[in-house]
């Protein structure tokens, strides 16, 4: 019988946020991937979890993955854990899955705490819609390419970012992006967590009288304003620009001309008179 790969999210610092289902999971595995087993052995000790380890992470997913999914077709249940959090969010764990598909084995989710989506909904900005960046790219031409894409957004976006890194993607985003509205979440779920809410400029001041920036860092974007003024710019176009612009975002002749009818405030045939033959 083939085993079966589980997915289990780990606490992103209280401890007391592992839930009942993680732990019997751990506690029924055959083997348990850990990001840092140094890391997790400090988690099943404290629930009394004794299980093999075996190091699954950024540097070595590929060969490690191999050797999984051997043990998986022998009918060995393994369970993928990260440091903190919800393993393959902005952590290892895609790879295994794609290669457990693959193989036609059984993958199950192990929900728990994830920091993104904590962070998003105590923010105070908009949840309906939000797209997540993960970290941004070291790499100069990249990561200018990825805060032209974010700038286009509107929506809440939302970032990941290290301590020592924090000033600088701050001022990048000010620079490519504008001073928005923004939120950074520190340390959620422990002692220091922390909220700020505000321009990004007060928020760079802010830390730059600091000796030291220490902690986890989630930062939330603002432009949920772009889709308004997005809004105003198409109606201040002509209808026939209207038409061209609903059209490149993919909607049918039928959508373009009730959307264009509603902003004119006008019956639908005029619209379809002047369409008519397009």
């Known amino acids: 019988m083939i085993g079966k790969l589980y997915l289990v999210a780990t606490p992103i610092g209280n401890l007391e946020d592992i839930t009942f289902r993680a732990i019997n999971t751990l506690k029924s595995v ?32 590929d060969v490690k993955s191999d050797i999984l999914i051997t043990k998986l077709q022998e009918g060995q249940n393994i369970a993928v854990v990260t440091d903190a959090g919800t393993p393959g969010i902005s952590d ?16 199950i989710p192990i ?108 930062i939330l974007l603002d432009l949920n304003s772009n889709e308004i003024q997005a809004e105003n710019d198409t109606l201040n176009k002509s209808i026939e620009e209207q038409y061209e612009f609903y059209l490149s975002q993919g909607m049918s002749k039928k959508e373009i001309i009730k959307q264009i009818a509603k902003n004119e405030k006008v019956e639908k045939n005029k619209i379809y008179q002047i369409f008519i033959d397009k």
């Open 111 to 218: 929900p728990g705490a994830c920091a993104f989506v904590n962070a998003l909904i105590a923010s105070g900005l908009n949840t309906k819609e939000f797209a997540f960046y993960g970290f941004l790219p070291l790499n100069k031409k990249n990561r200018k390419n990825i805060l032209e894409k974010i700038k286009k957004e509107n929506k809440t976006v939302i970032l990941y970012e290290a301590p020592h890194k924090l000033v600088k993607t701050l001022e990048d985003i000010m620079k490519n992006i504008g001073d928005i509205n923004c939120v950074l979440a520190k340390e959620l779920t422990k002692i220091y967590e922390e909220f700020v809410r505000n321009k990004i400029s007060y928020i760079l001041e802010n830390l730059k009288t600091k000796n030291e920036i220490k902690g986890e860092y989630i």
């Open 30 to 61: 055959d083997l348990i991937a850990a990001e840092d087993t140094r890391h997790t052995l400090k988690l099943l000790n404290h629930f009394q979890i004794s299980k093999p380890l075996i190091s699954y992470h950024r540097h070595n997913e």
């Open 92 to 107: 290892p764990g895609e790879e295994i899955v794609k290669e457990a598909i693959k193989n036609k084995i059984e993958v």
